[in-house]
C-alpha cells in the first residue's frame, strides 16, 4: 500500500487520497494555502474529505498530518458550509485511525507495502 491509498469512510464522510483532478474543486472550496493536499509542502498522507450524500465532488474538507516534535499530528480543515454540522469529531476520529496505522514519521513518508505472494 504507498502513501496515496488511505481511504475512509465513515457515517457520513469518505476521506481519500487527494487527486491533481481535485484542483478545481479544491479551489471552489477555498482551500487554505496550508491545507491544500495538493500544495502544502510538509502535509503527509493529504486527503480530501468529501460527503456522499451530496456528491464525491464537493470538497468538505482537507486532511493530512505532519510531523512535530517527531510525531505524527493530523492536520483538518473543514470548508465554512460544513463547520457547524457537527462534522469536526468525525473527521478527527478517521483521521485519528489513520494516524494509528502510520509508519514511524522519522522514517519513510510512505505506508508500507502490503506483500502479494502467488498460492
Known amino acids: 500500500m504507498g502513501s496515496g491509498t488511505l ?3 465513515s457515517e457520513n464522510l469518505f476521506l481519500r487520497p487527494a487527486w491533481p483532478e ?3 474543486n479544491i479551489d471552489r472550496a477555498g482551500v487554505p ?3 491544500d493536499p495538493l500544495r502544502a509542502a510538509e502535509l503527509a498522507h493529504p486527503l480530501i474529505v468529501t460527503m ?3 456528491g464525491q465532488d464537493r470538497v468538505a474538507g482537507t486532511a493530512g498530518f505532519i510531523v512535530r516534535k517527531g510525531r505524527w499530528q493530523p492536520r483538518i480543515w473543514l470548508a465554512p458550509a460544513f463547520r457547524h454540522l457537527g462534522l469536526f ?3 478527527e476520529e478517521a483521521v485519528l485511525t489513520l494516524m494509528a496505522q502510520l509508519p514511524d514519521p522519522s522514517g519513510p513518508r510512505t505506508m508500507p507495502g502490503v506483500e502479494l505472494q502467488a498460492a
Open 52 to 54: 456522499p450524500t451530496i
Open 7 to 9: 481511504f475512509i469512510r
Open 33 to 35: 494555502a496550508a491545507h
Open 89 to 91: 469529531e468525525e473527521v
Open 22 to 24: 481535485d484542483r478545481a
